[in-house]
């Protein structure tokens, strides 16, 4: 039997101890002084009260240095602990939880654990009660306490591992809660873990009635990990940035590291320092033509003892099916006289390399559409925008949205610039007569062959326009005014003609640089608004839905589907690492990957609780705690009331 | 008159209350105090066998008709007294806020007295004494006297340590006639110096009235923590833990209340006790008759 303390840095509180004996010390030295008649009974009383005092004062004193002690030791959390095996002949109830985080796949420590598992409810006397459980709990788990030994080896046997982590603590107490009702008094939770430092947050947990064994076969466990992938287009190529990490004490020299992307494969060597990473970028060609909006690949190392963390899947999107939404402010029966015409076949022309989805609005059906629904917004001519919509708008391009604005004879300056100033490029002024030719100014947005023929193009009316701080102006009229201009609001973008799409103020619409610049505005989208499609295991995945789809599925990577509702659009069972695709309305729509949280990849153990370096701590063997602080506070209570009674009887 | 001084709303509610001694005395004008000598006197003590030489206006002829013999009515003198008022003045007396000053209220104690017992025709002397000195006013009777005394009373500093022995021979000196004696002291001095005193004074056939004056802090001892106390008299101090010593320290003062009382009642002394703080009437009304 071994004294220990569980927080001795509270025992720093002893030094308090001197706190009475130096009051003790400061009251018979000092006091205020007092001129008095009777001193002389003062004195005669003192003498006669001079033994029996001081027998008091330090009764007192001895009483109040005690009961500082014994809370500096009550805080200091006393206990005893034993190496034993657990094999008390009393029948008890015996919850046998089994770490089954992923850490645990290193080795056999998984197996070893579950061998270490049906020896305790082997060894456990006749009588009493068990239930296995993991420590990371399954979804919709229900405790049962059973007395049958077979089944509860059964259900060990059942338990996964699992591909996540859990709060340890919480869950162990919610475990020990669970016993609450069990038929034995005795009690006792037993952890079977491999002591790893992730997933708990304090080192210094301990329980009366918890046990834990260290079921580790490796003294300093090492791993390496591919612990994060980041891939994005660029006009060229895909790259893709693979992190290895390296969790020993050696370094990890030559390492063999792939990254495969849509049947593509390249290899690099790399070396990683002892507990640090290395980052590798991957660079994969783009084929130009008939591209899939997505691509799903994988980065790895190799295998090791911990083999489920060795590779990494990842799915890079370019949007997929772009939504774009075209408002038309004059619309005509005959649709060759519309507003929205010429833009509308350009961008449909382009919608065939880019996969884009468009619908066209009038001014009235705009007014009443969610916009959150489409990435790029064209308006044309549009004359009448509420406030609602115009905060509506506001918002939606603060989130990211991107949205064309072309003038018209129907657009009111005064409206524009009360409604729509804060993502307005500038103040629109009075639409005036001119004949000016087009010229470029912000020559990267555009090719080299697209830069040449903007010459071309003439406008004979145009709104005047005053930039604002910020704005940029892409392309500008032979008058030096604004045609294009630029202005980047929140994290959206937002591009303003000051003429019009159609062919009534210039001839901008039918001039061949008109589908390239509207190309230009879907490739930008695209390459900007890449979606989210990458997870870890447990995170909660937003499904990107139109508002109309009226079913929503999700494959995961075992091949079960699974259904959510339309409505919250949200999936959360990400427990096995992947590739999932996502089903909308019985179509393929994309696919996102759910990987590891690199966070269990470290195997460092933990320090305090790790019984390797104790006397007597050879494998099975652990370490019992049975706190002492009950009796302390029962001490502390004794003393403060015995301090009581003897100040009473000494006064 | 000092209005600070003398306390006249309480000499007005004494009007009707009269000062006497226990004894006889031999006065020198009529007065209110018994003589010893037999005499014309509204008060009747007893009948005596009439004999040669008695007054023949004396004689009780009722009863001569109802007994057939001669008594003579024996009737009770009154005469005037002298009053001697010894005040503490040592430094001990100068304890306590106004409104509590063991000094100022003994002060205020001994004027009213001298006041109306100038007031009932007896002569007041007074003597404020201490261990380093005594000044003397010798008795005179008159309602003027009480100026000299309230002067005398006024300009008191206290000081020294409280020794009765000496002042108390002085005014021995001037007493040698019927004489009462009021002490106003806190008398805390050796109780062996208060017996001899008190020995000597009833040697003397004086009657002696000791008001024995303490401050409720004396008496309570209401103070708290620790304090270290400095004797008002001599150079001793103590530093004590009041809440421990408190419970012993009223024991031993009434103990020594209760040795005054004693020494008082053996040598047939009136006994007073007041604080403070409290008004002067009621001691005054304790030694008053009506």
């Not at chain 1, 001895?62 to 809370?71: F, N, Q, S, T």
């Not at chain 1, 009366?208 to 060229?236: C, F, G, H, M, Q």
């Not at chain 1, 705009?366 to 629904?373: M, T």
């Not at chain 1, 020559?443 to 406008?459: A, H, N, P, R, Y």
Request: charged letters at 30%.
């Amino acid at each position: 039997m071994n004294f220990s303390f569980l927080s001795p840095i509270f025992l720093i509180g002893l030094i308090a101890v001197s706190l009475p004996v130096i009051a003790h010390l400061i009251s018979r030295k000092s006091g205020f002084q007092k001129r008095f008649p009777a001193v002389r009974f003062l004195l005669a009383s003192q003498g006669e009260m001079a033994t029996r005092s001081r027998l008091k004062d330090l009764i007192l004193l001895l009483l109040r240095a005690l009961i500082i002690v014994i809370i500096a030791l009550l805080f200091a959390k006393p206990a005893i602990f034993s190496f034993s095996r657990a094999d008390s002949s009393e029948p008890r109830t015996l919850a046998v939880v089994i770490d089954n985080s992923f850490s645990m796949g290193y080795g056999d420590n998984f197996n070893n654990a579950k061998e270490e598992a049906v020896r305790l409810i082997d060894s456990a006397p006749d009588g009493s009660f068990f239930t296995a459980l993991p420590l990371v709990p399954e979804r919709g788990e229900a405790i049962s306490v059973i007395q049958n030994r077979a089944s509860a080896k059964k259900d060990l046997k059942q338990i996964p591992l699992s591909q996540t982590f859990t709060d340890n603590e919480r869950r162990l107490e919610q475990v020990y809660s669970a016993l609450e009702k069990a038929p034995n008094q005795d009690k006792e939770v037993v952890l079977v873990t491999d002591f790893q430092k992730n997933g708990w947050k304090s080192e210094e947990f301990t329980r009366t009635w918890l046990r834990l064994i260290d079921i580790s076969d490796a003294e300093s466990p090492w791993n390496r990990a591919v612990t994060d992938v980041e891939s994005r287009y660029t006009k060229e190529s895909i790259k893709v940035k693979v992190k290895a990490s390296n969790f020993s004490a050696s370094e990890a020299s030559e390492l063999l590291t792939e990254a495969k992307l849509s049947g593509e494969e390249i290899k690099a060597y790399i070396d990683i320092a002892p507990g640090d990473f290395t980052t590798e970028e991957f660079i994969f060609p783009r084929a130009q033509k008939n591209e899939e909006p997505e691509a799903s690949g994988s980065a790895s190392i190799p295998e090791d003892e911990l083999r489920i963390d060795d590779t990494r899947r990842f799915v890079l999107s370019r949007s997929g099916a772009l939504n774009v939404l075209i408002v038309d402010g004059d619309p005509r029966e005959d649709s060759r006289l519309s507003e929205s015409y010429y833009l509308a076949s350009a961008a449909e022309t382009a919608s065939e390399l880019l996969r884009s989805r468009i619908r066209i609005k009038d001014n009235e059906s705009f007014l009443d559409e969610d916009l959150s629904a489409y990435d790029l917004i064209f308006l044309t001519n549009v004359g009448e925008i509420t406030p609602g919509k115009a905060a509506e708008l506001e918002e939606y391009i603060e989130r990211g949205g991107t949205t064309v604005i072309f003038s018209g004879d129907r657009v009111r300056a005064a409206s524009y610039n009360a409604l729509l100033k804060n993502i307005l490029p500038g103040e629109l002024g009075a639409p005036t007569q001119k004949d000016s030719t087009l010229i470029s100014v912000k020559t990267d947005m555009f090719s080299e062959e697209l830069f040449e023929k903007i010459g071309q193009t003439t406008v004979n009316r145009s709104f005047t326009l005053i930039p604002a701080q910020g704005a940029e102006t892409v392309l500008k009229l032979s008058d030096e005014t604004p045609f294009l201009s630029y202005f980047g609001y929140g994290e959206g973008n937002v591009f303003l003609f000051t003429s019009t799409a159609d062919t009534s103020w210039g001839n901008f619409a039918i001039t061949p640089v008109f589908a390239p610049v509207i190309k230009e505005f879907l490739d930008f989208e695209s390459l900007s608004n890449t979606k989210r499609r990458n997870y870890v295991v447990g995170d909660k995945v937003r499904i990107d839905r139109l508002p109309s789809a009226s079913s929503i599925a999700v494959k995961d990577p075992s091949g079960e589907n699974l259904k959510i509702e339309p409505e919250q659009a949200v999936f959360e069972d990400t427990e096995l690492t992947g590739i999932y695709k996502v089903l909308i309305d019985g179509d393929r729509a994309y696919e996102f990957s759910v990987n590891l949280d690199p966070l269990e990849s470290n195997l460092e153990k933990l320090d305090v609780l790790s019984i390797e370096s104790e006397p007597g701590s050879e494998l099975g063997l652990v370490k019992v705690f049975k706190e002492l602080w009950r009796y302390f506070l029962w001490g502390v209570i004794a003393l403060f009331i015995s301090e009581s009674v003897a100040r009473a009887l000494f006064s | 008159m000092s209005n600070g001084i003398l306390d006249i709303d309480t000499a007005s509610r004494l009007k009707g209350f009269y000062f006497r001694t226990r004894s006889s005395v031999r006065g020198q004008k009529s007065g209110i105090h018994k003589s010893l000598y037999r005499g014309i006197s509204p008060d009747f003590m007893e009948y005596k066998e009439y004999n040669k030489g008695d007054e023949l206006k004396q004689v009780d002829w009722r009863l001569y008709g109802r007994h057939d013999r001669l008594y003579v009515k024996k009737y009770e003198d009154e005469v005037n007294l002298s009053w001697c008022i010894l005040l503490d003045k040592s430094a001990s007396m100068d304890y306590g806020d106004e409104g509590s000053n063991k000094l100022s209220f003994s002060k205020k104690l001994s004027a009213t007295l001298a006041y109306l017992l100038l007031r009932q025709g007896d002569s007041v002397g007074l003597s404020c004494y201490s261990g380093l000195d005594s000044e003397i006013i010798p008795p005179r009777s008159g309602n003027s006297s009480i100026m000299p005394i309230v002067d005398k009373l006024e300009n008191i500093t206290p000081e020294g340590e409280t020794a009765l022995r000496k002042p108390l021979l002085e005014a021995l000196e001037i007493y040698k006639s019927s004489a009462t004696f009021v002490l106003v002291s806190d008398f805390l001095m050796e109780p062996q110096e208060l017996r001899e005193s008190l020995q000597l004074l009833r040697a003397s056939k004086k009657d002696v009235t000791l008001f024995h004056v303490l401050h409720p802090d004396e008496t309570e001892f209401g103070f708290e923590g620790s304090v270290e106390f400095l004797d008002m008299e001599s150079d001793a101090k103590v530093i004590v833990d009041t809440a421990s010593i408190r419970h012993t320290y009223i024991k031993r003062v009434r103990e020594f209340i209760d040795e005054l009382k004693n020494m008082c009642h053996e040598f047939e002394c009136r006994y007073v006790f007041t604080r403070s703080d409290a008004s002067v009437e009621e001691p005054l009304i304790e030694i008053a008759d009506k």
